[in-house]
């Protein structure tokens, strides 16, 4: 083989074995495929039960608290050109947050949509309530007010008082805070319409004996101030309450296993009752562990934070 000849074909195997070895296989696509695209899912942060708390309030009381956003490591509410920090859930003003350990938090807790269905109290809970009773008179750590004065404008009784008016409701008469007085007057609208086509409940508010808004105190054996106290709640009892149990401490007063009273035992109001002071975000404290079932206070942040009112 002439030599010329023998050197370009081994030149042109050698290539062509090469090109063999490195070649990358691309599949062809088919006429009907689409470019595949991986999806990330994101990530959902939760908020924390400070965050939740601050924004809650905004909702709330919107023609009060401007914003809400997180200042110096701790969520803050401004309120008529105020802060206040949620500091451990106690919502104190700047100037108090060094005196935090002198304060219990603020109630801020989840409130069922409807009546929870009663069982009879385990050994463990039987143990908590009991401690419950003992520990109320002893434990003397008051919740701070600062942030539910500025917000009512009743941080003494004068002022509190120069907030009050005096409404009818159901035929009842009663001081309650100005800020809640178209509230109820839609709470009473409700209810009378529901009266027309239910006789029961024409009954009870026929049988309706005292209506109790406005009152200067604390709650019972403790220091801190009630709702009342802010002209915030009402309390609704009949003329009679037929043996029935009505407030945990009045109960805890001659039968030591107050918890042990169940929904059969105790006087509530109807449904229709509950459920028109539930819309316009009033709680009802029949739902409560201490259970206060004549009791109706106003507090719009509870439903908002429990996922119940947008």
Same mark, same amino acid.
């Given at each position: 083989?002439?030599?010329?000849?023998?050197?370009?074909?081994?030149?042109?195997?050698?290539?062509?074995?090469?090109?063999?070895?490195?070649?990358?296989?691309?599949?062809?696509?088919?006429?009907?495929?689409?470019?595949?695209?991986?999806?990330?899912?994101?990530?959902?942060?939760?908020?924390?039960?400070?965050?939740?708390?601050?924004?809650?309030?905004?909702?709330?009381?919107?023609?009060?608290?401007?914003?809400?956003?997180?200042?110096?490591?701790?969520?803050?509410?401004?309120? #008529?050109?105020?802060?206040? +920090?949620?500091?451990?859930?106690? $919502? *104190? @003003?700047? =100037?108090?947050?060094?005196?935090?350990?002198?304060?219990?938090?603020?109630?801020?807790?989840?409130?069922?949509?409807?009546?929870?269905?009663?069982?009879?109290?385990?050994?463990?809970?039987?143990?908590?309530?009991?401690?419950?009773?003992?520990?109320?008179?002893?434990?003397?750590?008051?919740?701070?007010?600062?942030?539910?004065?500025?917000?009512?404008?009743?941080?003494?009784?004068?002022?509190?008082?120069?907030?009050?008016?005096?409404?009818?409701?159901?035929?009842?008469?009663?001081?309650?805070?100005?800020?809640?007085?178209?509230?109820?007057?839609?709470?009473?609208?409700?209810?009378?319409?529901?009266?027309?086509?239910?006789?029961?409940?024409?009954?009870?508010?026929?049988?309706?004996?005292?209506?109790?808004?406005?009152?200067?105190?604390?709650?019972?054996?403790?220091?801190? #101030?009630?709702?009342?106290? +802010?002209?915030?709640?009402?309390? $609704? *009892? @009949?003329? =009679?309450?037929?043996?029935?149990?009505?407030?945990?401490?009045?109960?805890?007063?001659?039968?030591?296993?107050?918890?042990?009273?169940?929904?059969?035992?105790?006087?509530?109001p109807p449904e229709a009752v509950i459920t028109a002071f539930e819309a316009y975000g009033f709680v009802w404290g029949g739902k409560w562990p201490l259970f206060d079932t004549m009791h109706f206070e106003y507090r719009p942040e509870i439903f908002i934070f429990s996922g119940l009112h947008n």
């Amino acid at each position: 083989m002439n030599k010329k000849i023998f050197i370009i074909t081994l030149i042109f195997v050698l290539g062509f074995f090469y090109s063999c070895v490195n070649k990358k296989t691309v599949p062809e696509a088919s006429a009907d495929s689409s470019p595949v695209i991986e999806t990330v899912e994101p990530i959902v942060v939760e908020p924390t039960r400070a965050e939740k708390t601050m924004r809650t309030l905004v909702l709330a009381y919107p023609d009060v608290i401007e914003k809400a956003e997180l200042r110096d490591d701790d969520w803050a509410v401004l309120m #008529r050109g105020k802060w206040y +920090y949620y500091a451990g859930g106690r $919502l *104190l @003003p700047e =100037n108090q947050l060094e005196n935090a350990a002198n304060y219990r938090p603020q109630q801020f807790y989840g409130y069922p949509k409807d009546l929870p269905e009663w069982k009879k109290p385990t050994e463990e809970e039987t143990t908590r309530y009991s401690s419950w009773t003992k520990a109320r008179s002893q434990n003397q750590t008051r919740r701070s007010n600062f942030f539910i004065d500025d917000l009512w404008q009743s941080s003494t009784r004068a002022q509190t008082e120069n907030n009050l008016v005096k409404i009818s409701f159901l035929g009842k008469t009663a001081k309650v805070h100005k800020g809640i007085q178209e509230k109820l007057s839609l709470v009473e609208t409700r209810i009378l319409a529901a009266a027309k086509i239910d006789t029961e409940l024409q009954t009870w508010i026929n049988n309706l004996g005292n209506l109790e808004g406005y009152g200067w105190r604390n709650i019972a054996d403790t220091s801190a #101030r009630s709702y009342h106290s +802010y002209g915030l709640a009402v309390d $609704l *009892l @009949p003329k =009679n309450l037929k043996g029935k149990q009505t407030y945990w401490l009045w109960t805890s007063q001659y039968r030591e296993d107050w918890w042990n009273v169940s929904y059969s035992e105790r006087y509530h109001p109807p449904e229709a009752v509950i459920t028109a002071f539930e819309a316009y975000g009033f709680v009802w404290g029949g739902k409560w562990p201490l259970f206060d079932t004549m009791h109706f206070e106003y507090r719009p942040e509870i439903f908002i934070f429990s996922g119940l009112h947008n």
